[in-house]
């Protein structure tokens, strides 16, 4: 998270952009396939990074899909779909027939590429249906499970567009199951591009950070306060079962639960009468975050 894959891909799609309009005729869309949560996402941060040189982006996905044909398609730059939907209109109709499954897409993103890690599912099958002329997996965690993982996401990437391509799986596999790992690291060192949170690029500035205490409200405060002292009374009955608590690995999910409910209350108002906090208890709040 926050490590850049959709700005980078943002700025992809728009840099080609100037290419295909040189050749109009061989332009075809992105498609970005990616779970339904982050569909409003994707449209509304391509609306927001691509202002210079518009991207028309469109959601295809439920409804609207229904009504959309291959020439409305065409249209735009980017198509915006979820895994569903794609499975969905793979078992419902023959790839033969399905225009999507016929268009040779510019390039496929898919985001949270772990979905298709498995190429057992219909979902993998679904996705690598797929014609396109470049594929490209944005993920934070490639490895849920084992590194077979990876096999799924690289037949993806690697898939053969026409006979005289290599298909690099069925190699990459028989290495892994040989324990041959070094021929696998070299093949994912050339397929990857990854991104830490230790990763400086030399044109930014130093980062620079700076803390400010905003008091609350009289009445937030006090509502603040209320809900602070019932949590530490039932938590936490005197001093020392206080410290037992901080010094216990297994209080932690209790302690971010309280947490949590301190901050959503910040912005809440409830019932008055109770004291501000002290530093005291200001202390034990703060031992509360660093042991969170």
Same mark, same amino acid.
């Given at each position: ?20 309009? @040189?050749?109009?005729? +061989? @332009? ?35 409804? =609207? ?13 980017? $198509? ?19 225009? $999507?499954? !016929?268009?040779?897409?510019? +390039? ?9 890690? #498995? ?21 934070? =965690? ?14 993806? $990437? ?37 991104? =830490? ?23 937030? !405060? ?16 005197? !001093? ?6 901080? @010094? #216990? ?21 409830? +019932?008055?009468? @109770? ?18």
């Amino acid at each position: 998270m926050g490590l850049g894959k959709t700005i980078q891909a943002i700025a992809l799609i728009g840099t080609s952009k100037e290419r295909m309009i @040189a050749n109009p005729h +061989r @332009a075809t869309p992105t498609m970005i396939i990616c779970p339904p949560r982050l569909i409003t996402n994707w449209k509304s941060e391509i609306s927001k990074h691509a202002q210079a040189g518009p991207l028309h982006a469109k959601i295809y996905h439920r409804p =609207t899909h229904y009504t959309l044909s291959e020439a409305d398609i065409l249209k735009y730059d980017i $198509i915006i779909t979820s895994y569903n939907t794609i499975t969905q209109e793979f078992k419902q109709t023959h790839t033969s027939t399905s225009f $999507i499954f !016929q268009i040779n897409w510019h +390039r496929i993103i898919l985001d949270e590429a772990h979905y298709i890690c #498995s190429q057992y599912t219909t979902t993998h099958c679904a996705i690598n249906s797929l014609l396109s002329s470049c594929q490209i997996c944005l993920m934070g =965690t490639p490895i849920h499970n084992t590194i077979y993982d990876l096999l799924g996401i690289i037949s993806f $990437i690697t898939q053969p567009q026409s006979p005289n391509q290599y298909n690099w799986s069925p190699f990459l596999l028989s290495s892994l199951s040989k324990g041959c790992n070094d021929n696998f690291h070299l093949a994912l060192r050339h397929l990857s591009l990854r991104h =830490t949170k230790t990763t400086h690029l030399e044109s930014l500035p130093t980062i620079s950070h700076h803390y400010e205490l905003l008091p609350l409200n009289p009445t937030m !405060q006090q509502a603040y306060s209320t809900l602070y002292e019932e949590l530490l009374s039932s938590k936490a009955k005197d !001093q020392e079962n206080f410290s037992e608590i901080l @010094a #216990s690995f297994k209080y932690v999910v209790t302690i971010t639960s309280c947490l949590t409910q301190l901050r959503r209350r910040t912005g809440k108002t409830t +019932r008055a009468g @109770a004291l501000r906090i002290t530093p005291q208890q200001s202390h034990k709040l703060l031992c509360m975050w660093k042991h969170a």
